[in-house]
C-alpha cells in the first residue's frame, strides 16, 4: 500500500494566485452580527469589531473577502448600509427571513479589511437580482470615484476621504437560483451582466469583473447556462463564478471523502464550457475561474437553534465540523492548488459562524473548528508555483464515484525553493504509505509534518472543548537520496514542508 509520485520543477501548474485562499462575509446568521461585529464585547475595538476574531482571521491567512452575498444581495440597496448608523433603516431580508440593521455596511466592512491587513481585498457583490445597471454604476462611483461628484462627495462627508479601490466585482450572485430573489433566465442574465459589466468599465476600465455561473454542478442548467452567459459576456468579464458544499449524505462516508473527484470535475468541466465559448468566438482571450463559495456545508440537516421569522442575527448554519469533515475539507483545498493554472479566486463560504472556520459566542470567546487548520496552513505553505503531481496510489470502491484513489496530494514550490507536500490519505481503516521522488529539487531535510487526524472521527472542537482537535506532529518523515518518504494516518490531512 504505497502511494507514490515525483515532482519536477520543470513540470509546473502553475503560479498561485493568493487570492485562491480568499473567504465569504455575509450578512447571514451571525456571521457579521456578533461574528465580526459586536459592539460591547470585552474585545471590541472603536469599531465595534471584535478584536479576538480579528486576531484569529489574520492567523487563517485570508485574502480576498467576498461581501455582502450570498443570497442576501439579491435584495440589497447598498446605500442602506452608508452614512450615519443612527439613521439607517431597519429591513426586511427576505432571503434568510431575517431583520437587517444596517448597522453594519460598506464602510465599516472596509474598515473590518484594513484591520486583517494589507493581504485582505474587497470582492463586493453587486445586485443584479432585485436591482440593476444604475444601482450598481452608482455603487462603483461612490466606492471608488476620488471626488468631486455627488456619489463620491457622499462617501467623504460618511468619512471616507480616499477612495475605497475596491478592483473585484461580482456581476450578482446565483442567478440560475429558484431561490434567488430576481432569479433568471441564462438569457436574461446574461444580457443583463454584460450591459452591467459595459457601463463599470466604463467608469474604470481596469475593474476585474465575475459572472455567475451555475450555482450548483448537478442543477438542470449546469453547463448549458455557462455557455449561454458566456456567449454574451466573454469579452467583457474576466471570471466565472463556481459554487459547491458537499456533505456526508445517508452514513455514506467513503463517497464523501471523495468529495473533490466531484470538484475536479465541475472545474474541468467549466473550463472546458469557457473555452469552447471562447474558440466560437475566435478568442485569444482565456477566462479564469473564481471558486467564490466552496465548503463542506450539512444543508439536509434541520436547524439545531430554535429560530423566529424576522429576528436579528439569528443562529442559521452553524455547522459545527468534525476531523472527518476538515479532511474532506483538505482535499477541496488540494483541489483547487491542484488548478491553480485557471482557478484565480476561490472563496471559503463563509468566515464566521455560518458554515465558518471561526466560532463565536456573543459576549464570549471565539475558538477555531477542525476545518481552520488545513485553511490556515495551505494559506501559509501554499504560496508559490504548484508542481505537477500526477499521484499513482492503491484506491478504494466508493458508491457515488467508483474506485477512488486513497491519496490525494500536491505540491507547491516556495519562493524559497522549498517545496511543501499537502497529502490527505482518505482510508478510514489503514495508515498508507507515501513516496515522493524530488527530481532536480536541491532539498536537504523535512522541516515539518504536520498532521489532522483523531482515533474519533467526530472530534470536533465546541465552546466547551475548543481544543479538542488541533494538528499535532507525525512521526518518521524522512529525506534521503531525494526521495521523501513518509507514513499517513488513517483519514489524515498532512502537510510535509521539505527545505
Ligand atoms: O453560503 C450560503 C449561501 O449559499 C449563499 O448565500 C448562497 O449564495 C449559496 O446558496
Not at 486576531?55 to 440589497?76: C, D, H, K, M, Q
Not at 455557455?227 to 455514506?252: I, K, P, Q
Request: proline share 6%; net charge negative.
Amino acid at each position: 500500500r504505497t502511494a507514490r509520485f515525483t515532482v519536477d520543477p520543470d513540470f509546473t501548474v502553475g503560479p498561485v494566485d493568493p487570492r485562491l485562499f480568499g473567504s465569504f462575509v455575509e450578512h447571514l446568521g451571525r456571521c457579521v452580527y456578533t461574528g465580526i461585529h459586536e459592539p460591547g464585547h470585552p474585545t471590541a475595538d472603536e469599531d465595534g469589531l471584535r478584536t479576538d476574531v480579528l486576531e484569529l482571521v489574520r492567523e487563517l491567512g485570508v485574502t480576498a473577502i467576498r461581501y455582502p452575498g450570498g443570497n442576501f444581495v439579491s435584495g440589497y440597496r447598498w446605500e442602506d448600509g452608508t452614512g450615519p448608523v443612527g439613521e439607517r433603516p431597519r429591513r426586511l431580508d427576505v432571503a434568510w427571513r431575517t431583520t437587517e440593521t444596517n448597522r453594519f455596511g460598506l464602510g465599516e466592512f472596509i474598515a473590518f479589511l484594513r484591520k486583517v491587513g494589507p493581504q485582505a481585498e474587497p470582492m463586493m457583490a453587486l445586485n443584479l437580482g432585485t436591482r440593476g445597471i444604475p444601482e450598481a454604476m452608482d455603487l462603483v462611483e461612490y466606492a471608488n470615484h476620488p471626488g468631486g461628484t455627488e456619489l463620491s462627495d457622499r462617501r467623504i462627508a460618511h468619512g471616507a476621504k480616499d477612495p475605497y479601490g475596491i478592483r473585484l466585482w461580482c456581476l450578482g450572485n446565483e442567478m440560475d437560483g429558484t431561490w434567488q430573489t430576481g432569479q433568471k433566465t441564462a438569457e436574461e442574465y446574461g444580457r443583463l451582466a454584460a450591459q452591467t459589466a459595459r457601463a463599470l468599465r466604463q467608469i474604470d476600465p481596469g475593474l476585474e469583473l465575475v459572472a455567475c455561473g451555475s450555482s450548483a454542478r448537478g442543477l438542470p442548467t449546469f453547463a448549458a447556462w455557462e455557455a449561454t452567459v458566456l456567449a454574451e459576456t466573454y469579452e467583457v468579464v474576466d471570471h466565472v463564478s463556481l459554487h459547491a458544499y458537499y456533505e456526508e449524505v445517508d452514513g455514506d462516508r467513503d463517497s464523501f471523502l471523495a468529495s473533490a473527484v466531484d470538484m475536479e470535475a465541475f472545474i474541468k468541466e467549466v473550463v472546458a464550457t469557457c473555452d469552447h465559448v471562447g474558440a466560437r468566438l475566435k478568442s485569444p482571450k482565456k477566462l479564469t475561474l473564481s471558486f467564490d463559495e466552496w465548503n463542506v456545508w450539512y444543508q439536509r440537516r434541520p436547524n439545531p437553534h430554535p429560530v423566529a421569522d424576522w429576528q436579528e442575527a439569528p443562529r442559521l448554519l452553524e455547522d459545527v465540523y468534525t476531523v472527518t469533515d476538515a479532511v474532506v475539507f483538505g482535499t477541496l483545498l488540494i483541489t483547487l492548488l491542484r488548478h491553480a493554472d485557471r482557478v484565480a479566486v476561490a472563496c471559503l463560504a463563509q468566515l464566521v459562524n455560518v458554515i465558518a472556520p471561526i466560532m463565536t459566542e456573543p459576549g464570549g470567546p471565539a475558538w477555531r473548528q477542525t476545518t481552520f487548520f488545513p485553511f490556515a496552513q495551505a494559506s501559509r505553505y501554499g504560496r508559490g508555483t504548484v508542481l505537477d503531481v500526477r499521484v499513482d496510489s492503491p484506491a478504494y470502491p466508493t458508491e457515488r464515484y467508483g474506485d477512488v484513489p486513497l491519496l490525494h496530494a500536491t505540491a507547491v514550490r516556495g519562493e524559497d525553493g522549498g517545496v511543501t507536500v499537502f497529502a490527505v490519505n482518505r482510508g478510514r481503516n489503514a495508515p498508507l504509505d507515501l513516496a515522493v521522488a524530488l527530481r532536480g529539487l536541491d532539498l536537504g531535510r523535512v522541516v515539518e509534518h504536520s498532521v489532522l487526524a483523531d482515533s474519533d472521527p467526530e472530534a470536533r472542537n465546541t465552546l466547551d472543548e475548543p481544543e479538542r482537535v488541533v494538528p499535532h506532529a507525525g512521526e518518521g518523515a524522512t529525506l534521503v537520496d531525494g526521495t521523501l518518504r513518509a507514513v499517513l494516518e488513517p483519514m489524515s490531512w498532512n502537510v510535509i514542508r521539505l527545505l
